[in-house]
């Protein structure tokens, strides 16, 4: 069983930034993809920012130049930077993970955490 942490949500004034952290643990195979996805109240799921295995990286058009995802394989961790954080980024902020197998891939979902840009 893989399971996900995460640290470093918030309450951050429109204009700030804060940094989420997410480790893997367990029982991990390969892995592909780390990264993050959030969701506000009343919508759906949404990328932000993941990273596969050659470092290639995929984010929203809405915080692109704003938001860095990096990553330490040793550590099997992910990160998200967040810069000139707006209202709008305000929302649940879930760590991913992709890995697998012999083949097989599975989906690994941290708890999320929240992160509330407000003045």
């Known amino acids: 069983q893989a399971q996900l942490v995460e640290s470093g949500g918030g309450l951050v004034q429109p204009g700030g930034s804060l940094r989420l952290s997410c480790a893997a643990s367990g029982t991990i195979g390969s892995i592909y993809t780390m990264g993050w996805y959030r969701q506000a109240p009343g919508k759906e799921r949404e990328l932000v920012a993941v990273?596969?295995?050659?470092?290639?990286?995929n984010y929203a058009d809405s915080v692109k130049g704003r938001f860095t995802v990096s990553k330490d394989n040793a550590e099997n961790a992910v990160y998200l930077q967040m810069n000139s954080l707006k209202p709008e980024d305000t929302a649940v902020y879930y760590c991913?993970?992709?890995?697998?197998?012999?083949?097989?891939?599975?989906?690994?979902w941290g708890p999320g955490t929240q992160v509330t840009v407000s003045s």
């Open positions: 991913y993970l992709l890995h697998g197998r012999l083949g097989f891939r599975y989906d690994v």
């Open positions: 990273i596969g295995r050659s470092d290639t990286t």
